[in-house]
């Protein structure tokens, strides 16, 4: 929902009734990932997208009959239907949207849910999508209060038991429990979309390389810092793109800030006073990925001066270095994508390999 955000706070302010389409499962080569959607407005202006374009006319008619009846409905597109390529999802994938009424009565959570969002306060919405019961009600999660209600008291206390582990982790995806949250049983559907502070990108050495590689973080996502313990190239305003400028040795720095499985770590100092101390600081930690920059023979010293400190080799095959995936990148520019795809492939399992020489499903699963 990240994509329509102002609109649906717009349109929930003026108090029309407006329809909202989220893409809450894939298969396949799915087009666009669970939590994508498309807002509907009473005048019939759309806003988002939930599949890039395939099914976009298919759910936007559905959007305008969920306006006027009222009721949610769960909707599959894929493959398998008889329609498939008459509403054009003609990429093998299979997608499920749930599209709701949303207005003042049938959404009450809405607004608080929008705003944690713009301040970027962590919170989760479940949401009954098929099953015995309330379809359509909404359950707001946060670290610290919740808001609605999903049914029984039994059933809102598992759900938000398991709405809090996924947004610790930043995961989206349905639960499947019983009518009163109970673990053995799968009648009731609840999509989860969490709403996590954006995953770190911490970019180590103030050099042009790494306003580039600030520059995609930001593009992916990311909530960039660039470090360097020299004050005269960490400015802001050489790193224009990054969220904050720290100037400080790395491997303080990085043992004095928050770091889990979701940060990505890249280092371009490739000077050994630098390195060092860092990758050491940097293995200790769960990030999802530790990228050096430098020659293969740079790393190869860089490794010997790390079993020197006692590294152990489980621990340094976590160094992706060179950085990135060989496309032949020469400038800033062209290395960032190189590295930005590394990090990709590494979050989704992918080969790095050219996708018409490979064959199977063109989307992965995160790895764990």
């Known amino acids: 929902m990240h994509d329509v955000v102002d609109q649906v706070g717009a349109w929930y302010a003026e108090g029309d009734r407006f329809a ?14 669970p939590g994508a959607a498309m807002a ?4 019939g202006d759309p806003a988002g997208s939930v599949s890039g374009g395939c099914v976009e006319g298919a759910v936007y008619e559905l959007a305008h009959q969920v306006m006027a009846g009222g009721e949610p409905v769960l909707q599959r597109y894929g493959v398998s239907d008889d329609d498939a390529f008459a509403v054009g999802l003609t990429c093998g994938g299979i997608i499920d949207v749930f599209v709701e009424p949303v207005d003042a009565t049938a959404y009450a959570e809405l607004p608080d849910v929008l705003a944690s969002i713009h301040e970027q306060e962590p919170v989760a919405v479940a949401t009954v999508i098929d099953g015995p019961g309330p379809v359509g009600r909404h359950l707001a999660v946060w670290p610290d209060r919740v808001s609605g209600r999903l049914g029984s008291e039994r059933l ?17 995806g349905v639960l499947r429990l019983g009518p009163h949250g109970e673990r053995r049983l799968d009648d009731l559907s609840v999509f989860v979309q969490s709403f996590a502070r954006p995953p ?8 042009d390389f790494a306003a580039a590689v600030a520059r995609v973080g930001k593009f992916l996502g990311y909530r960039v810092t660039v470090c360097d313990a020299r004050a005269v190239f960490a400015t802001p305003g050489r790193f224009p793109e990054a969220d904050e400028v720290v100037v400080e040795w790395p491997h303080r720095y990085l043992a004095s800030t928050e770091v889990d499985s979701r940060t990505v770590i890249a280092v371009l100092t490739h000077d050994p006073k630098f390195d060092v101390p860092l990758l050491q600081a940097a293995l200790k930690t769960d990030a999802a990925y530790i990228g050096a920059m430098g020659s293969r023979r740079t790393h190869e010293d860089r490794l010997a001066r790390l079993r020197d400190e006692g590294v152990p080799e489980e621990d340094l095959v976590r ?7 060989d496309i032949g990148a020469r400038t800033p520019e062209e290395t960032a994508v190189s590295i930005a ?6 979050r989704w399992g992918g ?9 199977g499903p063109i989307h992965g699963e995160p790895r764990a």
């Open 20 to 33: 909202l389409a989220t893409v809450v499962a894939t298969w396949r080569s799915a087009p666009r990932q």
């Open 40 to 43: 509907v407005a009473p005048s």
């Open 156 to 172: 809102d206390a598992a759900v938000t038991d398991d709405v809090r582990g996924m947004l610790d982790h930043g995961r989206t």
């Open 200 to 207: 770190r990108m911490l970019v180590f050495g103030a050099i």
């Open 319 to 325: 160094i992706a270095s060179p950085i990135g995936l």
């Open 341 to 346: 795809a590394e990090i990709v492939s590494q």
């Open 351 to 359: 080969t790095g390999a050219r996708l018409a020489g490979t064959e």
